[in-house]
């Protein structure tokens, strides 16, 4: 996942998501390694290439502005759209484009000019920064994601997806072949897992569930995919 930070002074590069969870994941599971979940932190020259925005709020202007102008141009060769005017005019307000509620057939449209406004931003006070830590968690919680997690002997890894995402989806995060050929996922939460105290016991506890492609993952799952390609 890839963060443009605009508006502060943030150490760039790649920072892993401190998740206090895989720690006692790993005691139950007897994985040998934790892999957590990275955001990568660019400057704000990649602001059209980037998955969500870290921003100071008084550079929620420049954002504003930045997408602002497409529409300008837009309706200059389309002056009657009614999609690009209410866009111009929410952005003439300072009201990102996050904030507007569209139509799904409006969202396709806008999603093919890779505004900065509809991409997740998570604001920030230039004065009152938290830590490193705490400024990833926050833009990963704030950006509208949540960690799924998947075990065996060699690896415990977290991994990103946005919130209503099915696991059918979840499974082309892990690899293509997992979608490809999804059959069916076992899934068992965190806090489920934790209380059960092991996978045996969980099971025996009816805590683990079969679920089919359309089970939304929620924060904290523990996945296995079942699939044949």
């Known amino acids: 996942m890839k963060i443009a930070v605009a508006g502060i002074d943030f150490p760039l590069g790649k920072k892993p998501i401190a998740d206090e969870r895989l720690e006692r994941l790993k005691e139950i599971v007897h994985s040998l390694k934790i892999t957590p979940i990275q955001i990568e932190f660019v400057d704000a020259d990649n602001l059209r290439d980037c998955d969500g925005v870290l921003c100071e709020g008084a550079s929620k202007l420049d954002l504003v502005l930045s997408d602002l102008e497409i529409f300008e141009t837009k309706l200059a060769s389309e002056p009657e759209n009614p999609l690009f005017t209410r866009c111009k005019e929410s952005l003439e307000k300072e009201i990102i484009l996050s904030e507007v509620p569209f139509e799904e057939a409006d969202k396709k ?93 969980a099971k025996a506890k009816g805590l683990v569930q079969l679920v089919d492609r359309e089970y939304i993952v929620r924060d904290g799952d523990l996945v296995q995919i079942k699939f044949n390609v």
């Open 109 to 201: 449209i806008l999603s093919g000019l890779n505004l900065v406004t509809l991409k997740p931003i998570a604001f920030v006070k230039k004065g009152d920064l938290p830590s490193v830590p705490e400024i990833t968690k926050l833009v990963f919680v704030d950006c509208g994601f949540i960690s799924f997690f998947t075990a065996n002997e060699k690896e415990l890894r977290a991994w990103q997806i946005k919130k209503q995402t099915t696991i059918y989806e979840a499974a082309g995060c892990i690899h293509s072949d997992l979608q490809r050929g999804f059959i069916k996922a076992e899934v068992v939460n965190y806090e489920d897992l934790v209380k059960a105290g092991s996978l045996n016991q």
